[in-house]
């Protein structure tokens, strides 16, 4: 099982476009790329390329940088008790288990899909151990840098220490709940939610159940 979260620079209609390409690029290369290494590569081009011909059909008024894509992949094997990350620029993942609800923050972020060209150094997936009953929750930065009003932001430790048990959609359901309630309704960003967790006994066709 592989899992894409992303957050495209921008807002409204012109960010639609974006999403698409990743999107559709990520369907396409994501069950036969054999690395996650590989599959950020080509998601990065499918952005570029993206990026390149908006430019080409707007006359060249876009300029270089302003489109880009923070992302995190995710890679949850059958068997075995890890999963496997890799971020493009995108906020941390959580981890929660019995044992401690811990903040992943990658060693190795990378820069956005779209600005590969300026990133030479190697690009690095990393693991963290994925045993039955653990939950990885994937997010945008809509979650971590919700504010009250007295500009405090918002902290889901809590919360997920409370819901993680009762599975993903109750984990999402409590956070999209509490992030509302601590910003009184009014979200300054985009806010999306990936919660994932592995089963003892998996259904048909995985181990891992979302």
């Known amino acids: 099982?592989?899992?894409l979260i992303g957050d495209v620079r921008g807002k409204g209609l012109?960010?639609?476009?974006?999403v698409a390409a990743l999107v559709g690029s990520f369907h396409e290369a994501a069950h036969?790329?054999?690395?996650?290494?590989?599959?950020?590569?080509h998601l990065d081009e499918a952005v570029s390329r993206h990026t390149r011909e908006t430019a080409s059909v707007s006359g060249g008024?876009?300029?270089?940088?302003?489109?880009?894509?923070?992302?995190?992949?995710?890679?949850i094997p059958d068997d075995g008790t890890e999963v496997r990350l890799i971020s493009r620029g995108h906020c941390p993942a959580f981890l929660v288990s019995e044992d401690a609800l811990r903040v992943w923050?990658?060693?190795?972020?990378?820069?956005?899909?779209?600005?590969?060209e300026l990133d030479t150094g190697p690009w690095q997936d990393e693991s963290r151990p994925f045993g039955p009953g653990h939950l990885l929750l994937l997010c945008t930065d809509g979650l971590l840098e919700a504010r009250d009003a007295d500009g405090r932001f918002y902290t889901p430790g809590e919360d997920l220490r409370q819901s993680?048990?009762?599975?993903?959609p109750a984990v999402v359901e409590r956070l999209a709940g509490a992030v509302h309630t601590h910003t009184d309704?009014?979200?300054a960003d985009d806010l999306a939610l990936v919660?994932?967790?592995?089963?003892?006994?998996?259904?048909?066709?995985?181990e891992a159940a979302p």
């Not at 990658?106 to 820069?111: D, F, M, S, T, V």
């Not at 919660?195 to 995985?206: D, W």
């Open 61 to 75: 008024s876009e300029v270089d940088g302003e489109h880009f894509i923070t992302a995190a992949i995710a890679q």
């Open 164 to 168: 993680w048990r009762d599975g993903p």
């Open 105 to 116: 923050e990658p060693e190795h972020a990378g820069l956005p899909l779209g600005l590969g």
């Open 14 to 18: 012109n960010a639609i476009p974006g």
């Open 185 to 187: 309704g009014v979200l």
């Open 32 to 41: 036969h790329t054999p690395t996650l290494p590989e599959l950020a590569r």
């Open 1 to 3: 099982m592989r899992l």
């Open 195 to 206: 919660a994932v967790t592995r089963v003892e006994h998996a259904p048909s066709g995985g």
